[in-house]
């Protein structure tokens, strides 16, 4: 039997890329398949309530099983900021301007080690379960690259001499937090499937 799932977002590559991960087992909705417009407030105060609060959302309001995902940038020695705050850690939602308030804040600073990380949460027949996806690296003084998103062009993943954004999207998607994360929620829903 196809098992249906809502992933609790509006980004069709993301969705199209699970499903076809996922293969014809479950079929993937996105909050748009469902009806739903609603802008589900992340009010949370850590990358796991912020996932939980939208697969909840989800859940409550739809009756349907989903999972949801939070993901942001977390330096050392600024106390693990931007964090939540990622997307707008300088009061706005622009990447460019919030990559250089990290250099700015980071100016003088040895200490350089970060990390990305992503928590994913499966609202499945009423039980929330969690999966996360970590990445080490550290910050650049200069951003390269120009590749992928966000804070890409400054982080450098450990083990590597590039940035993500040097990174062709395949080889950064092979390796990135998000993947990581994702990747644990495909085995815990394949483990659960039906084989057919
Ligand atoms: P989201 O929860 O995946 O939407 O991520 C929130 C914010 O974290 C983004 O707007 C970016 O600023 C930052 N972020 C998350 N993942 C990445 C990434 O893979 N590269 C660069 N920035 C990221």
Avoid: W
């Avoid at 995902?69 to 931007?82: M, V, W």
Wanted: net charge negative.
């Amino acid at each position: 039997m196809i098992q249906e799932l809502v992933f609790a977002t509006n980004n069709k590559h993301k969705t199209e890329e699970i499903q076809s991960i996922l293969g014809n087992q479950f079929k993937i909705l996105t909050l748009t398949d469902i009806g739903c417009t609603v802008d589900i407030p992340e009010t949370g105060n850590s990358f796991e309530e912020n996932a939980t609060l939208k697969s909840s959302y989800v859940a409550e309001h739809y009756r349907l099983d989903c999972f949801a995902d939070d993901s942001g940038l977390e330096i050392e020695a600024l106390n693990n900021e931007p964090g939540i705050y990622s997307a707008r850690y300088s009061g706005i939602k622009d990447d460019q301007i919030n990559l250089e308030l990290v250099l700015q804040k980071m100016e003088g600073l040895t200490n350089r080690k970060a990390r990305f990380k992503t928590m994913i949460s499966l609202m499945k027949n009423g039980k929330n379960i969690l999966f996360e996806g970590v990445i080490n690296g550290t910050i650049r003084q200069v951003p390269a690259g120009d590749h992928g998103f966000g804070y890409d062009p400054v982080f450098e993943p450990l083990d590597y001499t590039v940035t993500f954004a040097q990174m062709s999207m395949s080889e950064k998607n092979r390796i990135s937090h998000r993947a990581i994360a994702m990747q644990k929620l495909i085995a815990f829903l394949k483990g659960q499937a039906n084989p057919s």
